[in-house]
């Protein structure tokens, strides 16, 4: 019989480097515990990265001013924070900004919700209904890709100068990122319950009710927050060729006049506008996604 070579000395060898081995060996981390150290390392909390945002804005409009104090910038043609503030507050006492504001106000409050409307309405029919879909669609794909700004001469034409171009121009240029979202959105419908409500007599009218409806909410919240940014560039391209009223109106006149103070006035209001609005459809999303995991 063939003896084995194996003597007590190599065991003995193996289980020592088998302990070493083992108290080498770093403990294993829990998949959960690594994705928390990394967020850890890659991620402040959020009140600070609100205070970064803010001292980031400050920097600049200091830097910027120290600029045009020290003549490194021209401040007849890029100004400074001091000559803005300056120019807002003429403005804002000879009461030519507040005319302006509740010109702007009208025209934008109600050509975003004249597109809110439409959008909804004509998105939820076209994405429901799929033959007046497919006669639709082509038209809606080449006016949300055209410059719109290019059918202005038509709408002037069309529609004169004046509060009623200017509301068409808003109108066009935002009810289409609404409509389109709209229209997939209820494309994307759950095909399960629906055939599952159908097969228990449910009416077209109470299907879209109970299953579509609730489910467009985070398409429709996404589309207004698209329609708000591009219902202020429609604002400002109506008031710049068919008003005589507005932001639009007092960043064109003051670009005329050569008054760099006056268009940054102008610039800074939509900003503001437009973050504002930005900030509140952002909660509303937020609120939404909870209420769908809910």
């Known amino acids: 019989m063939e003896q084995s070579s194996y003597t007590p000395a190599q065991s003995r060898t193996e289980t020592l480097d088998d302990a070493r081995g083992v108290i080498a060996a770093p403990a294993p981390v829990p998949a ?5 150290q990394a967020r850890r390392r890659r991620h402040l909390p959020n009140r600070w990265l609100k205070v970064v945002s803010v001292v980031s804005v400050l920097v600049l409009l200091a830097v910027w001013q120290l600029l045009a104090q020290l003549g490194v910038i021209d401040r007849t043609q890029s100004s400074s924070p001091s000559d803005v503030w300056h120019s807002f507050a003429v403005m804002a006492g000879n009461g030519s900004l507040g005319t302006a504001l509740l010109a702007s106000a009208k025209l934008y409050g109600i050509g975003l919700l004249v597109s809110i409307g439409i959008g ?7 994405g429901w209904w799929r033959v007046l879909g497919a006669i639709f669609d082509p038209w809606i794909a080449i006016l949300y890709s055209t410059p719109l700004i290019a059918l202005l001469p038509l ?10 171009g200017q509301l068409v121009m808003v109108v066009l240029v935002s009810v289409f990122p609404l ?12 095909e399960e319950l629906l055939r599952l409500a159908h097969s228990f007599g449910a009416s ?3 299907l879209v009710r109970t299953i579509v409806l609730p489910s467009l909410v985070p398409y429709m919240v996404t589309g207004i927050r698209l329609s708000i940014g591009t219902a202020l560039i429609g604002m400002v391209i109506g008031e710049y060729f068919e008003g005589t009223d507005g932001i639009g109106s007092i960043i064109l006149k003051s670009g005329v006049m050569l008054d760099s103070s006056g268009v940054f006035v102008g610039i800074v209001i939509l900003a503001v506008v437009a973050l504002t609005l930005t900030s509140l459809i952002r909660v509303a999303e937020r609120k939404v996604g909870s209420w769908r995991e809910t």
Do not use: C, E, P, Y
């Open 120 to 126: 909804i309405v004509f998105g939820l029919v076209l």
């Open 155 to 164: 709408i002037i034409v069309w529609f004169g100068i004046g509060f009623q």
């Open 179 to 190: 409509l389109v979202n709209v229209m997939v959105g209820t494309r994307q419908a759950d």
């Open 204 to 206: 077209q009218f109470a």
């Open 32 to 36: 959960a515990g690594r994705a928390k």
